[in-house]
């Protein structure tokens, strides 16, 4: 399995920015996604997930800014980050796991990370 994150990049506070994962080496509409982040010093932390059948969870932090999605034609799932804050800076993992419960959590298959520093 693997999972190729894309899109980050340097922005401006109040800024939008959308991240891809493309996913390889899985069935994966049966497959709940998500998304985390680790700051520079601070611990991963869970930040939006989408289930197999289209249902969403977010964090508190990241709630009416940023919108998961996924295309099972393109076996793809992106985060559409709007009015970018400093405290979105982080390295932001695709992650996906069998059971929509677990990708809040610790989900089985992780991607590799992609950089978004937001400067204010």
């Known amino acids: 399995v693997q999972l190729q994150a894309c899109g980050g990049g340097s922005v401006q506070a109040g800024d939008s920015l959308r991240l891809s994962c493309a996913a390889s080496?899985?069935?994966?509409?049966?497959?709940?996604l998500g998304w985390f982040r680790q700051a520079p010093g601070k611990e991963r932390e869970f930040v939006a997930a989408i289930s197999r059948t289209g249902s969403t969870r977010y964090a508190d932090s990241v709630k009416d800014r940023f919108t998961i999605s996924r295309d099972n034609d393109k076996n793809t799932v992106s985060l559409q980050m709007n009015s970018l804050k400093s405290e979105d800076t982080a390295v932001y993992y695709c992650?996906?796991?069998?059971?929509?419960?677990?990708?809040?959590?610790?989900?089985?298959?992780w991607g590799q990370g992609t950089l978004v520093t937001v400067s204010s």
């Open positions: 080496g899985l069935v994966f509409s049966v497959y709940a």
């Open positions: 992650a996906a796991d069998l059971y929509y419960s677990h990708t809040s959590e610790n989900p089985h298959y």
